[in-house]
């Protein structure tokens, strides 16, 4: 029969190595659930990434269309412009009129009303290019917020073997000194 001091050595050694082969278990269990969360948030990043582009491109294909939309009714009013300003000059030398009294005045006023139509273009589509740049930088935000909360996880790393090592040397010295030295305990001269 053993005795306990030599019971408690071996105790002490199966201890130290089924603590560290847990710990390794625990480890690798933990690097694989690191693992398919990181897979899984580079999927997310990548759909995401796809759906921010597609953002993009819709925003842009927007404002082309708006900006086509002022320029086509820019066209036209200065199509129509053009039209009652033949007509007035028409009616104007229709009558022997050269440009002169409620004639000019209505010359004036289409030159005007053409001014600001332009003039209004030209803001609204200002205003469609600032919108576009405000939402792309808005997609631009929510981007750099996705990907900030959405970092990979770091692997964790294996306990070391030296641990177990030292904790198994230190059960060996308890076991020494209990037996009353090195030589004593383990047979050596």
């Given at each position: 029969?053993?005795?306990?001091?030599?019971?408690?050595?071996?105790?002490?050694?199966?201890?130290?190595?089924v603590?560290?082969?847990?710990?390794?278990?625990?480890?690798?269990?933990?690097?694989?659930?690191?693992?398919?969360?990181?897979?899984?948030?580079?999927?997310?990043?990548?759909?995401?990434?796809?759906?921010?582009?597609?953002?993009?491109?819709?925003?842009?294909?927007?404002?082309?269309?708006?900006?086509?939309?002022?320029?086509?009714?820019?066209?036209?009013n200065?199509?129509?412009a053009?039209?009652?300003?033949?007509?007035?000059?028409?009616?104007?030398?229709?009558?022997?009129?050269?440009?002169?009294?409620?004639?000019?005045?209505?010359?004036?006023?289409?030159?005007?009303?053409?001014?600001?139509?332009?003039?209004?273009?030209?803001?609204?589509?200002?205003?469609?290019?600032?919108?576009?740049?405000?939402?792309?930088?808005?997609?631009?935000?929510?981007?750099?917020?996705?990907?900030?909360?959405?970092?990979?996880?770091?692997?964790?790393?294996?306990?070391?073997?030296?641990?177990?090592?030292?904790?198994?040397?230190?059960?060996?010295?308890?076991?020494?000194d209990?037996?009353?030295?090195?030589?004593?305990?383990?047979?050596?001269?």
């Amino acid at each position: 029969m053993c005795e306990p001091a030599t019971i408690g050595l071996a105790l002490s050694i199966a201890s130290a190595a089924v603590g560290y082969v847990q710990s390794v278990q625990a480890t690798n269990e933990k690097n694989a659930q690191i693992e398919a969360e990181n897979l899984a948030k580079s999927e997310s990043d990548r759909q995401a990434r796809i759906a921010a582009n597609q953002e993009r491109e819709d925003l842009e294909n927007q404002a082309r269309v708006e900006s086509e939309r002022i320029l086509k009714d820019e066209y036209e009013n200065q199509l129509a412009a053009r039209a009652t300003a033949a007509e007035l000059k028409t009616q104007a030398s229709s009558y022997g009129l050269n440009m002169a009294g409620s004639v000019v005045e209505a010359w004036d006023e289409l030159n005007a009303a053409g001014y600001r139509s332009e003039a209004s273009a030209v803001e609204e589509m200002a205003q469609v290019q600032d919108q576009l740049v405000a939402n792309k930088r808005g997609v631009k935000t929510k981007e750099r917020r996705r990907i900030e909360e959405n970092r990979l996880l770091p692997y964790r790393s294996a306990p070391s073997p030296l641990g177990a090592v030292l904790e198994i040397g230190a059960s060996t010295n308890k076991y020494a000194d209990k037996k009353g030295g090195y030589a004593k305990a383990f047979g050596v001269s």
